[in-house]
C-alpha cells in the first residue's frame, strides 16, 4: 500500500505565494520520480513540476521562474514553491508518486489534489 498526502492550497492573491508539499508513505521500494500535476475544469491533468532520480526538475513552460520544485528533508517528499501566482495557476494540483518493482514495472500513485486559488 502506498499513501500520498498532499498539503498547503488555499486562497491567495494574485502575485502571492503558495507552497505545496507532498508526503509519500508504505511500501516503496524505489522512487523513480516525483511530481505536481494540476487540472483545470474540463482539462486534462497536465505537468507543472517533475524531480527525478539523476536529472535536473522539468517544468512546464508556464510556470518556468516562478514555481520551484524540490525535496523535503524526509524520503519521499518533494515541495512546491509557488511565487508570483497568477489567476491563470487557479487549478486543483496533484502529487504523483512513480515506482520502479523489482521486475522493472512502473506504477504511478496518485494524491487526491488540493486546490489552488488565485483571486483578489
Known amino acids: 500500500q502506498v499513501h500520498i498526502m498532499e498539503s498547503g492550497g488555499g486562497l491567495v492573491q494574485p502575485g502571492g505565494s503558495l507552497r505545496l508539499d507532498c508526503i509519500a508513505s508504505?511500501?516503496?521500494?524505489?522512487?523513480?520520480?516525483m511530481g505536481w500535476y494540476r487540472q483545470f475544469p474540463g482539462k486534462q491533468r497536465e505537468l507543472v513540476a517533475l524531480i527525478t532520480s539523476g536529472s535536473s526538475p522539468q517544468y512546464a513552460d508556464s510556470v518556468k521562474g516562478r514555481f520551484t520544485i524540490s525535496r523535503g528533508d524526509a524520503r519521499d517528499t518533494i515541495l512546491l514553491q509557488m511565487n508570483l501566482l497568477k489567476p491563470e495557476d487557479s487549478a486543483v494540483y496533484y502529487c504523483?508518486?512513480?515506482?520502479?518493482?523489482?521486475?522493472?514495472?512502473?506504477?504511478?500513485?496518485w494524491g487526491q489534489g488540493t486546490q489552488v486559488t488565485v483571486s483578489s
Open positions: 504523483k508518486l512513480q515506482t520502479r518493482s523489482p521486475t522493472g514495472g512502473f506504477t504511478d500513485y
Open positions: 508504505g511500501s516503496i521500494l524505489y522512487s523513480t520520480a
